[in-house]
């Protein structure tokens, strides 16, 4: 294991020491053909190196436990002198530690929002890390800034379609912004409803606004008691995370039943709007976020319908579409998110069905001016006036992953982005197919975009089942979440393949919480034929350790 | 130019089609050699097309100005098709793209927080790519929130000093958190400021915490009217920022007056607590702030003198060492940084004297639990228990940065980064005492990092401001700030080098606001021989364009 104790002795300690000679040779760019060969080297060794690995198994627990693990990672001291050379950190790296990470490419890795990416996104994030530029400002990243500009209206233009005319005047504008970069979807996630906060709470005669002054001061300049956030109880757990940290209290989102179909009820949500009106005129109801693509089951809000909603009410209209966004790609499937083009303000991650390396995220707004309401200045950077991207963004300092986005646009094309969407799509049907052939499975989420639940439940518990009382019911899904809980976790530390589990709350099949297994389908190697397996493996491991728990 | 309409040129249009085979390839692990060898000469391409470039100018406007080269990127439709392969697109990034980017990495570029970065960064942010880990969660990162953790506790006893028992306890305990990677410093002292809200304001009887019930409610539980944040005006920008996010409203902070040598004004910190006392019993005071390495200035607060007025006033004591952070290297000049032992919370930029590549913050706390008053768990991930590090973190979905700074602390030692260290205060001065020599030079704040600010100031307009009066002295300054901002702006312009500028409030040296120039020496290329350079370009620049200008 990669513990500092046994590591040292890999390397010719006399090496290791730290000079300034040493240093600047790090510092310096190798100029001889010897020392470029070296690098050369390295990066070779830690591409395929790591090819060889990610092969191989899914590895989310191998044979040594995290516990474990964990013992040879205590040493808390950093050592006065260097410990290793770079060869010896990237063996270390490819011998030690990749061995024990996840390997979240694999095909039968299909449990989260994470999968293979493309392999040339890793060359274009090797490039972004070499040019080091920070878009916060233009005097560190100069043209990088105006592509960045370029890449978010492109984006925009699919999600809101506004016309020519409009981008040609905003592209390059430096008073207006189509969207904004973020860290991921929770960081946009909580930019929409501080944007949303501060629009809400402007200015105005005697108040110099929520974001100088504060929640309470505005909750009394505009008369209001309480600020609530709608979304369905499927809605991302950041959208609580903001609601807390922006100060209004994470409570204050309130969660809406879904429809038989997963989507929220929009009869609940009416009736909750107009309950929340005839209850307290004090109120304000600040947000309704619809979700494109739930994290847990994959299923898109009646989006068209929300906007209108919305509009009749005059409400910050936000979409979670950091799964589902580039759905907008495929022809076949975009009209799923119909309604988008209406909203204020929608999230997408880069990292998820963009297929960028972690960590991208972000927002884009169709008021090109209302981004205003989060902008801050400073004497050194973020000039009024200037291109600087940092001026209206939660961020300070920040890498530019907008060129990763910029090139993959041009390497891929619509129609390549298009192709993984209906892939993903395509076999999560499937799969839900063949899920519901098998008798020991049930189906519980089908698919809308690439995502489905479905639960280990016997036939003969299904009809058991049926003619059951409340009680009986309840006591046979406790049995069966105890069995799909031990089911998914032996699936894992199997090592083989990987599928992950949560709870879905409510639902048409039982009167409690029900566990189920849930599965994302993004990675195009995933085929049918690696479902079947899965599931295979997850029959063999129920008749092997988890029959004598099956509900008489 | 990387111009859409022309590029589409450089390609054989017939490869560029979308189609499943195609789409396959850039997913596929490349086997035969062929294949690995194009793969690798991208990267040497990459890495060593680069290096050309960033061995010339420094190059942050060059010939085309920024409004010239944004014409070049106003197309905003996805192309449908594929527009470019991989191999066009590298070319199109290292011809194009990079010289009109900004080369950070020359030894010129003095002017920001950004500098070179050691080579082997630029592999291990690749590995981090390739590895493609989320350590949101332990079921995509495993070992690798195992190594975070480690990396945190070696930090944290650099900066706490707790003894082995305390890192031995508490290294990879699940239960507790000794800090917390970021996006950057501002989502750093975001983080911070939100766990000293929410643990003032916490649970009790009849009312469920601030991060459940807002603001409004949380104030009216503890009988407050207001909140407010002490620090210097010298006070990073994110500090405001993070106020107005959090609900208390960015004009809660309040800049205390800095002293002659540009650190927090004790006295005026004690009589500003003093008659927030006196005035109202209910204003709280949230916390103060300890700037170690001032953005503009370098300076350093007397940390060690706050820290007992937190004490004893029972305040949130939060450091911003974002900057300043790794000064705790150096056994020559950590004393700089006493105090930071005592705080309650620390921030430390891993992208700036870590050298790591954009984007990495981490935020540090003496308390083990402290964090859980930010905690958040979900059905899917972050469940009650687990390892995964999304529970106790502002961020969602994140790349393994930490595994970067884990191998960089085995790569240069404590004595490497020590060595950087060093250079780069004592480069600064030399370089201050350089600025004093020449007789049109003024030193405006010395060196207490690694940052100084200067401007220009002829010896002739100082014997002549000496014995001017009020509206006399105001009338020169002016005419200086004229100056030194032009001057600025035409260094930049020329493409050699590079220093900022900024605007400081209070200063021995005026009555009024003066303009700066702002240097950071952070490059360990940078020495003395080319700073001198940049002063005898920057008296070239005034004779040759401004001496006209000049004050009488």
């Known amino acids: 294991m990669a513990d500092n104790r046994t590591d040292k002795r890999l390397t010719a300690k006399k090496d290791l020491v730290a000079d300034w000679n040493h240093l600047m040779r790090v510092f310096l760019r190798p100029e001889d053909d010897a020392s470029r060969q070296t690098l050369i080297k390295y990066m070779e060794q830690m591409l395929f190196g790591l090819h060889e690995f990610l092969k191989k198994h899914v590895g989310i627990t191998e044979a040594k436990s995290l516990k474990e693990l964990s013992e040879h990672f205590m040493i808390t001291e950093i050592s006065e002198d260097p410990e290793k050379k770079l060869a010896d950190v990237i063996t270390c790296l490819i011998k030690e530690i990749a061995p024990h990470a996840v390997n979240v490419a694999s095909p039968y890795f299909v449990g989260h929002m994470t999968s293979a990416i493309p392999f040339f996104m890793v060359h274009l994030k090797t490039i972004v890390a070499a040019l080091n530029q920070n878009v916060v400002k233009v005097e560190t990243s100069k043209v990088v800034s105006v592509i960045e500009k370029q890449v978010i209206a492109k984006i925009h233009s699919m999600i809101y379609?506004?016309?020519?005319?409009?981008?040609?005047?905003?592209?390059?504008?430096?008073?207006?912004?189509?969207?904004?970069?973020?860290?991921?979807?929770?960081?946009?996630?909580?930019?929409?409803?501080?944007?949303?906060?501060?629009?809400?709470?402007?200015?105005?005669?005697?108040?110099?606004?929520?974001?100088?002054?504060?929640?309470?001061?505005?909750?009394?300049?505009?008369?209001?008691?309480?600020?609530?956030?709608?979304?369905?109880?499927?809605a991302h757990y950041s959208l609580r995370k903001a609601a807390g940290i922006l100060g209004l209290g994470c409570n204050s989102v309130i969660p809406i039943e879904t429809d038989a179909d997963y989507r929220i009820d929009i009869d609940a949500l009416k009736e909750t709007i107009k309950q929340i009106h005839a209850e307290n005129s004090r109120t304000c109801i600040l947000a309704i976020v619809g979700?494109?693509?739930?994290?847990?089951?994959?299923?898109?809000?009646?989006?068209?319908?929300?906007?209108?909603?919305?509009?009749?009410?005059?409400?910050?209209?936000?979409?979670?579409?950091?799964?589902?966004?580039?759905?907008?790609?495929?022809?076949?499937?975009?009209?799923?998110?119909?309604?988008?083009?209406?909203?204020?303000?929608?999230?997408?991650?880069?990292?998820k069905q963009f297929y960028m390396p972690m960590t991208c995220g972000m927002l884009y707004v169709r008021d090109p001016k209302i981004l205003d309401v989060i902008a801050y200045h400073s004497n050194y950077v973020n000039r009024r006036g200037s291109v600087d991207l940092g001026i209206r963004s939660l961020s300070g300092s920040r890498e530019a992953n907008s060129l990763i986005l910029d090139c993959a646009l041009k390497i891929m094309g619509a129609k390549g982005y298009a192709l993984l969407i209906n892939h993903g799509i395509?076999?999560?049907?499937?799969?839900?197919?063949?899920?519901?052939?098998?008798?020991?499975?049930?189906?519980?989420?089908?698919?809308?975009?690439?995502?489905?639940?479905?639960?280990?439940?016997?036939?003969?518990?299904?009809?058991?089942?049926?003619?059951?009382?409340?009680?009986?019911?309840?006591?046979?899904?406790?049995?069966?979440?105890?069995?799909?809980?031990?089911?998914?976790?032996?699936?894992?530390?199997?090592?083989?393949?990987?599928?992950?589990?949560?709870?879905?709350?409510?639902?048409?099949?039982?009167?409690?919480?029900?566990?189920?297994?849930?599965?994302?389908?993004?990675?195009?190697?995933?085929?049918?034929?690696?479902?079947?397996?899965?599931?295979?493996?997850?029959?063999?491991?129920?008749?092997?350790?988890?029959?004598?728990?099956?509900?008489?």
């Not at 509009?311 to 119909?338: C, M, Q």
Request: with cysteine; glycine share 6%; hydrophobic share 40%.
């Open 161 to 234: 379609k506004r016309g020519r005319p409009f981008y040609e005047k905003h592209v390059q504008d430096t008073d207006t912004t189509l969207g904004v970069f973020t860290e991921g979807g929770t960081t946009a996630n909580l930019t929409a409803l501080w944007v949303a906060r501060n629009a809400r709470f402007a200015p105005k005669s005697g108040f110099s606004g929520i974001e100088s002054e504060g929640v309470p001061s505005a909750f009394a300049a505009y008369n209001v008691d309480r600020c609530v956030i709608l979304a369905s109880r499927l």
């Open 291 to 351: 979700i494109a693509g739930a994290t847990e089951t994959g299923t898109v809000d009646p989006l068209a319908q929300i906007a209108e909603i919305c509009n009749t009410h005059n409400i910050h209209f936000h979409v979670d579409a950091a799964w589902g966004g580039p759905t907008l790609f495929s022809k076949e499937y975009r009209h799923l998110l119909d309604g988008i083009q209406h909203s204020d303000s929608v999230t997408i991650d880069g990292h």
């Open 426 to 552: 395509e076999t999560a049907r499937a799969f839900a197919e063949e899920i519901e052939k098998r008798e020991d499975f049930q189906l519980v989420t089908p698919p809308v975009l690439n995502i489905l639940t479905y639960r280990f439940f016997p036939a003969r518990t299904r009809e058991r089942i049926a003619h059951a009382d409340m009680d009986e019911k309840e006591r046979i899904n406790s049995a069966l979440n105890v069995i799909n809980r031990d089911l998914q976790r032996l699936q894992r530390e199997a090592g083989n393949s990987f599928v992950s589990r949560t709870t879905l709350r409510q639902n048409a099949f039982a009167p409690c919480e029900i566990v189920v297994l849930r599965t994302v389908i993004m990675n195009p190697m995933t085929d049918i034929g690696i479902l079947r397996e899965i599931l295979d493996e997850q029959e063999q491991i129920v008749k092997n350790h988890l029959s004598e728990n099956l509900p008489e």
